[in-house]
């Protein structure tokens, strides 16, 4: 049985990508490409994480929750649920689309499956910026004349970014990452998005991407004004996002130390390293990376330099005691 999973990502070119990948996390992506998702671990029907063993076999995230699905997430786990979230990272070298995931009321009514999402800003660029929400006094009628004119910018809610800060996006909040961010974004388990606004934008080919306005407007919560972010600080542990779907926190590390974050049968969890590379149980985890620790197994963490690490946990919670 195995500590620690790491799987292989997934890489897809998108229109407002670039090379951060390769420039800040150090990674040998596709050349000539502007890569804007490398997702992590996934598990949808056209997209598994892979896991590859030691001895050269590999195997699907879907696969290894079915042969071992109790070792894995623990006592209670339905062997046809997916796996509840999915991480990536997001090169956001241009703007993205403003859009929109739908909220559960919604979701089922119009094919789709709801999104609530966090992003953890990990670098930015002197002008990078998000869009979440919309300004105080924004209406749909004021929405729907904006878009019209192609005026939208002006009643959505801009915040300025900076490395380590963090927000949770729920599902119905308009949005949008502004160029110059590099993302990791946690998520649930969809793949829904509705795109109400394209900035204008048009292909290498000369076409405007499809747009869905009229699900985005049957989304988007019109009372979802000017959300703030969370800047980051120096303690040891802080809660970055706590909601229904998963729990985020921030570990800080100082110096290289050994922590114990997890016991024998306590619930499984995600942990991704920022700048630094981290082991477990004498495997290491390279800086940027992402490792699933399971149920069954214990989890005391080496760190090998100051650092930074990104721990997900509460998105299935067996019997256990949290930490």
């Not at 079915?66 to 999915?86: A, C, E, S, T």
Request: aromatic share 8%.
């Amino acid at each position: 049985m195995h500590k620690i999973f790491k799987f292989e990502p997934h890489y897809f070119e998108r229109i407002w990508g670039g090379r951060a990948f390769q420039t800040i996390l150090g990674r040998n992506i596709p050349a000539k490409q502007n890569i804007g998702e490398s997702w992590e671990i996934v598990d949808r029907d056209d997209c598994q994480s892979v896991l590859t063993h030691s001895e050269g076999e590999s195997i699907t995230l879907r696969a290894l929750l079915k042969g071992q699905p109790h070792y894995i997430m623990g006592p209670g786990w339905n062997v046809d649920d997916k796996f509840p979230v999915l991480v990536k990272w997001l090169d956001c070298n241009e703007r993205l689309s403003l859009q929109v995931h739908p909220p559960k009321s919604v979701a089922g009514l119009i094919s789709g499956e709801p999104k609530t999402e966090n992003w953890y800003v990990a670098h930015t660029t002197a002008e990078a910026g998000l869009f979440v929400g919309l300004k105080f006094g924004t209406t749909k009628k004021k929405f729907i004349k904006a878009l019209k004119e192609n005026k939208l910018e002006a009643v959505c809610h801009r915040i300025n970014s900076s490395a380590g800060d963090s927000i949770l996006v729920n599902s119905g909040s308009i949005h949008a990452i502004d160029g110059g961010n590099l993302i990791l974004e946690i998520q649930q388990n969809s793949d829904t998005t509705y795109r109400v606004y394209d900035w204008g934008r048009k292909d290498k080919t000369g076409f405007t991407r499809k747009l869905h306005i009229e699900e985005s407007l049957r989304c988007i919560n019109f009372n979802d004004f000017e959300p703030e972010i969370t800047s980051t600080n120096n303690s040891q542990v802080q809660v970055l996002a706590e909601c229904k779907h998963f729990r985020i926190r921030k570990f800080t590390f100082p110096k290289p130390m050994k922590l114990k974050l997890k016991n024998l049968q306590q619930q499984c969890m995600i942990l991704n390293p920022l700048f630094s590379d981290i082991s477990v149980a004498n495997e290491v985890i390279p800086a940027g990376t992402l490792a699933l620790s399971p149920y069954a197994e214990d989890c005391e963490v080496q760190i090998n330099q100051p650092g930074e690490m990104i721990l997900t946990d509460n998105f299935f919670t067996p019997q256990i005691n949290s930490i």
